[in-house]
């Protein structure tokens, strides 16, 4: 039967009526659950105290180069169509960090924080501030690696991500706005979270939070109520500039995985599987007779890749990654991605109901093989390398576009994905260099970015 708002709100006080007057009976002490002069108030901060001094401040000068205004002398006297002037103006910015290995004074922080910076400075809880060498980093997973001289610092241990479940407490431990160390809790509200920087095409496997995380809390820590580091801050949706309950941090056993390859080679080293795929549901569970309902499902095995060699097969099911259970193509993508070449995984899959394990080495994904400049004088500045888009289709990644070359004027951008030359399938930067070699006239390249198929011609 349906009640109104009004006879709602007499409901409710009557409710409260009873609870008060249940209340009021009960002895005194009864009514709240401890003595505050007998027991300490339940208090975080006997874990904050302790995890605090590992979280850094960070701030980094640098300088950038913006696209100016044309000289009116030259635009009105000289050639109207030519580039405005280049300038480089300086930038300073915030950001925060972790400290994870305290007797090599290693610190991560995010890609986006320090790059292009040229100074960088870490500041400690305690006031004392370090000139910081910057080790590496991996833009799309935006993970980068400091060092720091190694003197009393306090470091915090990793908690296994692959572990927390939606509703754990978390801590989130940052820089907001410059103001310096600041606390904030919420819960994990979600696991898995991907193609929120769809623009960056990178990799993407996030904690979903609501405690407050502004800016300048992306590097910081999220951490458990144990003090044990759960995730990297990283993003927020924040349609209004602020926080709205909604904030991102990278997954600690993901972070751990691309720190280690940093840390060794100043870069990620990618292992690659070989595999075309899309994620299960519904529909796609009832057509193959599948009882599963979620997981990677595999499209396509790319031949003499690692799948194919460790026996994966078409039509086949990824559960689970060294155990631990995925739910979408993404997951298994981001998984994938932060292993190093060379290292092994073993996948579990539903083969038409039958469940298979499998033990497959990653291969390593070919470093720069072309440089455009000989290919297309449209192309000039370009490098180019084997790669795949975020649905795991292979393709050839542009890996660097110099600013102000033809290749950057033609529209190209880092991490651009050509899947296809006037139609025909590109898997390879070779059977780009091939394409390219044999085409006439105008050549249509189909572009992934992100979420976004495109075309750009050259002519």
């Not at 001094?53 to 100016?68: L, Y």
């Not at 060294?322 to 739910?327: L, N, P, Q, R, S």
């Not at 180019?384 to 951008?413: C, H, Y």
């Amino acid at each position: 039967m349906a009640v109104s708002i009004k006879s709602k709100l007499v409901q409710l006080s009557a409710v409260s009526a009873i609870v008060l007057s249940t209340l009021s009976i009960m002895p005194a002490q009864a009514a709240f659950p401890f003595s505050s002069l007998k027991d300490e108030v339940p208090s975080l901060a006997p874990m904050v105290e302790k995890t605090t001094p590992a979280v850094v401040n960070i701030s980094v000068k640098g300088k950038k180069e913006v696209q100016g205004t044309m000289d009116p002398f030259q635009y009105f006297f000289g050639n109207r169509r030519g580039n405005p002037r280049i300038q480089e103006r300086p930038f300073q910015g915030l950001g925060s960090g972790v400290i994870i290995d305290k007797d090599k004074g290693y610190v991560v922080t995010n890609f986006h924080v320090i790059n292009e910076a040229d100074e960088i400075t870490v500041t400690l809880k305690d006031g004392r501030k370090f000139d910081a060498k910057k080790l590496g980093g991996d833009e799309q997973s935006d993970i980068a690696v400091l060092k720091i001289e190694p003197d009393d610092l306090t470091e915090l241990e990793l908690a296994d991500s692959d572990k927390v479940r939606v509703g754990d407490f978390v801590v989130a431990i940052g820089n907001p706005f410059g103001l310096g160390q600041t606390v904030t809790s919420g819960i994990v509200s979600a696991k898995g979270r991907s193609g929120l920087l769809s623009a960056r095409g990178g990799y993407e496997d996030f904690i979903q939070t609501d405690a407050a995380i502004n800016s300048g809390n992306s590097g910081g820590a999220l951490v458990n109520l144990k003090g044990e580091l759960v995730g990297i801050n990283t993003a927020i949706i924040a349609p209004g500039g602020g926080n709205v309950g909604i904030g991102f941090a990278i997954p600690s056993a993901m972070m751990d995985n691309l720190v280690s390859q940093i840390i060794e080679y100043g870069e990620v080293k990618r292992g690659v599987l070989g595999i075309s795929g899309t994620n299960l549901d519904s529909d796609v569970a009832e057509s193959f007779g599948l009882e599963v309902a979620q997981g990677a499902f595999v499209n396509q095995v790319m031949p003499d890749s690692s799948a194919e060699k460790g026996g994966l097969k078409a039509g086949d099911v990824i559960t689970h990654v060294d155990g631990v259970k995925i739910k979408t193509f993404n997951e298994l993508r981001s998984k994938v991605a932060s292993k190093g070449a060379g290292n092994d995984l073993r996948l579990t899959v539903n083969r038409g109901g039958d469940i298979v394990k499998l033990d497959i080495t990653l291969g390593a994904a070919d470093q720069p093989a072309i440089i455009a400049d000989n290919l297309h004088p449209s192309l000039k500045g370009a490098k180019f390398t084997n790669g795949e888009t975020k649905q795991g289709d292979a393709g050839v990644i542009v890996s660097e576009v110099e600013e102000r070359s033809p290749a950057a004027m033609l529209g190209l951008e880092e991490n651009d994905v050509i899947v296809a030359v006037n139609r025909q399938r590109v898997t390879s930067a070779s059977e780009l260099r091939d394409l390219l070699s044999e085409a006439k006239g105008v050549m249509a390249l189909n572009i992934v970015r992100g979420n976004t198929s495109l075309y750009i011609l050259i002519r």
